[in-house]
């Protein structure tokens, strides 16, 4: 519908003041309301914009230039443009979108628009609009003042319009941001992702644009740039992020993965894009985080293996823990005679899916864990385990079993009172049970296992250190560790005996001297050869594990080999 004309006559006789008029407009809305008087220079800005913005008062001289100060490098530009388009006399509007600088000296997204008048001369008379934040229009993410992710797509799609070589979009996501989050609250944790988003406006390059996405995840949209301008982009954010950060007084540490995409080559739209980004950002998490890996058709392959596995997973768990099973490796102590005697065996999982068939416990547990389905899976284990320990008693008395816990199964609080059910459920003694753990749990999760341990410890639950010499500062925390048990990867034993390796040799009797000394017993893992199990003797380990004595077999083989004919 036309907006209908009012005459200039019939404004002139409307009876209210125009001093009255400005008060109800102020005080009607939140936004920023500015009136110019471009003769003088000088402006009459609203209460809410001379405090949010830290201008001198409600009259500003030099408004223009003064607020073109604030606006962002990347988009003062366009701002005073758009104003010398007006003073030339080709518009009398003004419509911009840009970032300016908040008295907290964060940048927030507005859009000002503003109408300019002219005396019967055609000179500028007065310049009078509003100043208004986007955040509530879907536009912006009031947590950062970034663009969202639907703004992203769009500034994707318009590149990929172009006939140049469009450049790529760099996804990030920050490692371990749950843990700050739970550790402070998330109101800090609001600050650092505001700082974080703060810091990559700061890095980037000219052209380049940074989006919020969901939860801990920022894209960069880089026009125009090559695979190695996109690698040397993350350097330079790994290494702003890769130091002790402080908001508000309070020191962090957050390193940043990345994962990169070339738009127009590797993808012809924005769904496929961001789809190969997210593959490329998962890789770098899967391979160890704090890193950027740049997308590859295996990468594809590889999450599109990852998602078929973890629906195969889960309908396995649907169907009664269909196709899972556990195998047991012994452990044995030496004897004084030289021999070697059963103390015990860890119970390990096994899974096999069609069309895949069997798939290593390496990639499928990774998999549990993420898709929440390690909780039922282990208390699967734990009962299969636990009635297995409690089955064997009846040939080797002193029989210990071991079992793999995951550092999220002790998270959840209701891990403790499930163990303690189930060994008085199946009368088994606590002291037949041992919960091995990586070492890496040990390290960067140690406040939130306390609680965990002191339960399994008051129920005389041993907790063995798995992996041990593979993770952190392993011989400085040996004092200070709950573990009652060490095991030795097999990373030290495989060159125990090469004269050119002398430090395994001696990491490990260090180890096993350090360890008795403070009352923890020491297991040495992946003993393959006799001279390897020999040379382990003469170091006084507690127990060997390994090849060399079996591998993993079934629970019929395990009976079998070391109890044939004894009835269960």
């Known amino acids: ?78 701002y005073f443009v758009s104003i010398d388009e007006m003073l030339a006399g080709r518009t009398d509007e003004h419509n911009v979108e840009y970032q300016v ?103 980037l390059p000219p052209r380049a644009e940074v989006f919020r996405f969901d939860g801990d995840e ?9 695979p190695e301008e996109m690698e040397r982009l993350y350097r330079t954010i790994h290494l702003c992020a890769n130091r002790e950060q402080e908001v508000d007084g309070t020191p962090y540490f957050c390193t940043i993965s990345g994962g990169t995409a070339q738009i127009g080559r590797d993808a012809d739209n924005y769904l496929d894009l961001l789809k190969y980004a997210e593959s490329a950002l998962e890789a770098s998490k899967d391979g160890g985080k704090n890193r950027c890996t740049a997308f590859t058709p295996d990468l594809l392959k590889q999450r599109i293996r990852k998602m078929e596995l973890t629906s195969c ?41 069609e069309p895949f068939g069997p798939v290593s416990p390496v990639e499928f547990i990774p998999l549990l864990e993420s898709s929440g389905l390690i909780a039922q899976l282990g208390r699967w284990v734990l009962e299969e385990a636990v009635t297995t320990c409690k089955r064997w008693l009846d040939f080797c008395p002193d029989f210990v079993m071991n079992v793999n816990v995951s550092y999220l199964q002790l998270a959840d609080k209701a891990f403790v009172p499930f163990v303690l059910d189930l060994l008085q459920r199946r009368e088994l003694d606590p002291r037949h049970l041992v919960l091995e ?76 001297q350090l360890c008795h000394s403070v009352g923890i017993s020491v297991c040495v893992e992946g003993v393959e050869q006799l001279d390897e199990l020999k040379t382990v003797q003469t170091l006084n380990a507690d127990s060997v594990q390994g090849y060399y004595v079996s591998r993993p077999i079934t629970r019929e083989a395990f009976e079998e080999k070391y109890w044939p004919g004894a009835e269960g």
Not at 176 to 192: A, E, T, Y
Not at 218 to 226: H, I, T, Y
Not at 482 to 500: C, E, G
């Open 437 to 512: 753990l990586t070492e890496s749990c040990f390290v960067t999760d140690m406040p939130a296992l306390r609680e965990a341990f002191q339960g399994l410890r008051s129920a005389r639950i041993q907790i063995a250190m798995d992996d041990f010499g593979t993770g952190y500062s392993s011989l400085g925390m040996l004092t200070q560790m709950p573990a009652d048990i060490v095991k030795i990867d097999r990373l030290f034993i495989s060159l125990i005996n090469d004269q050119t390796h002398e430090f395994n040799r001696a990491f490990i009797a260090a180890v096993i």
């Open 1 to 78: 519908m036309e907006t209908p004309h009012i005459s200039s006559h019939a404004l002139q006789s409307f009876p209210i003041d125009a001093q009255v008029l400005y008060k109800a407009i102020v005080n009607s809305t939140e936004d920023y309301v500015y009136i110019v008087d471009m003769a003088a220079d000088l402006a009459l800005v609203s209460e809410n914009m001379a405090q949010d913005f830290a201008l001198p008062g409600r009259l500003v001289k030099g408004l223009v230039s003064r607020w073109g100060e604030l606006v962002h490098p990347r988009d003062q530009r366009r």
């Open 218 to 226: 920022f894209a960069v949209v880089c026009p125009g740039a090559s």
């Open 101 to 203: 600088k908040n008295r907290g000296g964060e940048y927030v997204w507005v859009v000002c628009r503003g109408l300019l008048n002219r005396d019967e001369g055609g000179q500028p008379l007065t310049f009078a609009g509003v100043v208004a934040p986007i955040a509530n229009k879907g536009k912006i993410d009031p947590t950062t003042g970034l663009f969202t992710q639907g703004e992203c797509r769009k500034r994707v799609e318009r590149l990929l319009e172009r006939a140049e070589a469009p450049g790529g979009i760099l996804l990030l996501g920050l490692d371990d941001f749950k843990r700050i989050n739970n550790l402070k609250n998330h109101i800090f944790g609001d600050s650092v992702l505001r700082q974080i988003a703060q810091n990559l406006q700061r890095l």
């Open 313 to 353: 997973l889960q309908q396995s768990a649907r169907s009664g823990m269909e196709h899972f099973s556990l195998v047991y490796q012994p452990f044995v102590r030496f004897e004084e005679g030289g021999g070697l005697q059963l103390v015990g065996a860890e119970a390990l999982l096994r899974w096999s899916c």
